[in-house]
Structure formats: C-alpha cells, structure tokens
T-cell receptor, first 114, second 118 residues
Framework: AQSVTQPDIHITVSEGASLELRCNYSYGATPYLFWYVQSPGQGLQLLLKYFSGDTLVQGIKGFEAEFKRSQSSFNLRKPSVHWSDAAEYFCAVGAFQAGTALIFGKGTTLSVSS | GAVVSQHPSWVICKSGTSVKIECRSLDFQATTMFWYRQFPKQSLMLMATSNEGSKATYEQGVEKDKFLINHASLTLSTLTVTSAHPEDSSFYIC??????????????FGPGTRLTVL
C-alpha cells in the first residue's frame, strides 16, 4: 500500500539550532516527493520538491531535503531555525499518472523555543 | 507556479443547509481536480478525484450523496456539502493538475475553505 510516514508528531528546536524532519515513503512507482508547510488556519505552501536528478534539493526559506532511495526517505533539513518556522510540516508523495492524488503524511508540528 | 483559488475562504451555515465551495484553476486547464478534508491538527485526507466531464471517484468512507462534486469545465470544480451537520465542520482544500502527457503534472493547491456548521 502507498503511504507516507512522518515518525515525529511534534519536535521542539531552539532558535538558531539545526532541524531535521523525517519522512519515509512506501510507493510502488517512481515517487515524486514534496514538503509543504502550513501555518495555523492557512493553506499549504510548497517548500520544495523532488522529481529526479540531484538527490539534494533546495527549497524556499533556507530548507533543503535529501532523497535516499535505498532508505525510502526524503528528510527535510534547515541549518538554523527561526521562530517564524514554527508550523506544521507535511511530506507528500505523488505518482506520474495524471489522475492520481498526492498522499500526505500525518505531519510534524515544529515548535521553536527562544 | 500555477494558481488555484477557492471561494468562499470561510463559511458558517446552519445545520441541515447545503453549502457549495468553488475551486478554480486561474491560469491553467485542470484535467483532474482533487478534494481534501483536514480536521484540526490532522493531515489532509483525500475525499475524491474528479476528471473534467466525468463523475467523481470517491475514497472509501466518503458519502458521495453528501459531498456532491461537479467538474463541469477545465477550470472549475465545485463541492457541495448537502444537509450539513456539525461533524462536517472542517477545512476543505482543493487541488488541480493539468493532464499533459509525457511529463509530470504537478498538483497545485487552493488556499482552503473553512466550513463551520452550527
């Protein structure tokens, strides 16, 4: 079955510290991978995406993610977290076929302490 | 990137009434549109997939007679919540994909509609 697992429900990081949010996927086809961020009461904002090529992808707001096929992972990282990064983060996986929808993980809530 | 809009952004209705939510792709033709539902502090759950001109395909457990989806044009899909009840209160998010063959068609998301049923 196709699925996305985000093992960490809630993470607290000190401002200025580094961040890594984990994402593992199970997908039968070639995966197209995404990270989204959502602030309370808001819609989704795309942080970055991986389709093919270089397995380290850069996104907005200083985020990056690395695709590791052997581990079925697509972890999100940021070297120095800012208080404004506090939000809900969702990893998602999609397929090439036009009629298929993205499947989302349950999300990780990021809190930033001062 | 491409833009998807939703209207209204929030709506409050009385129990037993019906509510229609519109989803529009503003600068591309959406061959496929998707409707998701998100409860507070939870993830997005796919409700249904609709292809332009065809009946929507509903996910298991989603009542098709309660959540009516129409995708009559390549730029517009509507979700009608019929006889809404408080348990239908949620954040509804639509998304859309083009249908170009030979390349990956990215899925673009609307800003969501907050439905509160009193």
């Amino acid at each position: 079955a196709q699925s996305v697992t985000q093992p960490d429900i809630h993470i607290t990081v000190s401002e200025g510290a580094s961040l890594e949010l984990r994402c593992n996927y199970s997908y039968g086809a070639t995966p197209y991978l995404f990270w989204y961020v959502q602030s309370p009461g808001q819609g989704l904002q795309l942080l970055l995406k991986y389709f093919s090529g270089d397995t380290l992808v850069q996104g907005i707001k200083g985020f990056e993610a690395e695709f590791k096929r052997s581990q079925s992972s697509f972890n999100l990282r940021k070297p120095s977290v800012h208080w404004s990064d506090a939000a809900e983060y969702f990893c998602a996986v999609g397929a090439f076929q036009a009629g298929t929808a993205l499947i989302f993980g349950k999300g990780t809530t990021l809190s930033v302490s001062s | 990137g491409a833009v998807v809009s939703q209207h209204p952004s929030w709506v409050i209705c009385k129990s037993g009434t019906s509510v229609k939510i519109e989803c529009r792709s503003l600068d591309f033709q959406a061959t496929t549109m998707f409707w998701y539902r998100q409860f507070p502090k939870q993830s997005l759950m796919l409700m249904a997939t609709s292809n332009e001109g065809s009946k929507a395909t509903y996910e298991q457990g989603v009542e098709k007679d309660k959540f009516l989806i129409n995708h009559a044009s390549l730029t517009l899909s509507t979700l009608t919540v019929t006889s809404a009840h408080p348990e239908d209160s949620s954040f509804y998010i639509c998304s859309a994909r083009e249908g170009h063959t030979g390349s990956y068609n990215e899925q673009f998301f609307g800003p969501g509609t907050r439905l509160t049923v009193l």
